[in-house]
């Protein structure tokens, strides 16, 4: 029972990062439009980010070892939080990308960690139970 406050804020992490995917997605011609940016420089915006992210998610569990669960999803939100704020005060398309690179490489290790914790967290059915809660949020986002 303990577990269940820390699981569902980690789970609110990982929705809001897949989130983030889905909503640049969908709005990469008005990201284009209010920075003056060529198409080519538009689909930049969202590489960076998923390259950033497909880096740092293989390196997640060894991150975990090294510095604790809690430190690097600490971390990882806070950062993610700071590059959500500075994409939207991006000054031209090369911030941009630089600033969803940022948030790719900082929100990547909270999706795995989610996953992680549920295993370590609960036992027998509760353990089906969370993955249950897990597959239905990012089925959301």
């Not at 209010?34 to 980010?49: F, H, K």
């Not at 990882?76 to 959500?84: E, N």
Request: proline share 2%.
């Amino acid at each position: 029972m303990k577990h269940i406050l820390p699981f569902a804020v980690m789970t609110f992490g990982m929705f809001i990062a897949l989130l983030d995917i889905q909503i640049v997605a969908s709005s990469l011609q008005d990201i284009g439009g209010s920075l003056s940016a060529s198409q080519d420089e538009i689909g930049w915006v969202q590489t960076a980010y998923l390259i950033a992210e497909i880096i740092v998610i293989p390196l997640s569990g060894w991150l975990t070892r090294v510095f604790s669960t809690r430190w690097l999803f600490t971390v990882s939100a806070v950062g993610f939080t700071l590059a959500s704020l500075l994409c939207g005060l991006a000054w031209n398309i090369k911030s941009m990308i630089i600033f969803r690179a940022m948030q790719g490489m900082l929100g990547a290790s909270m999706i795995p960690i989610v996953f992680t914790s549920s295993f370590h967290y609960f036992q027998g059915e509760k353990r089906v139970y969370a993955a249950a809660v897990i597959g239905t949020i990012a089925s959301i986002a």
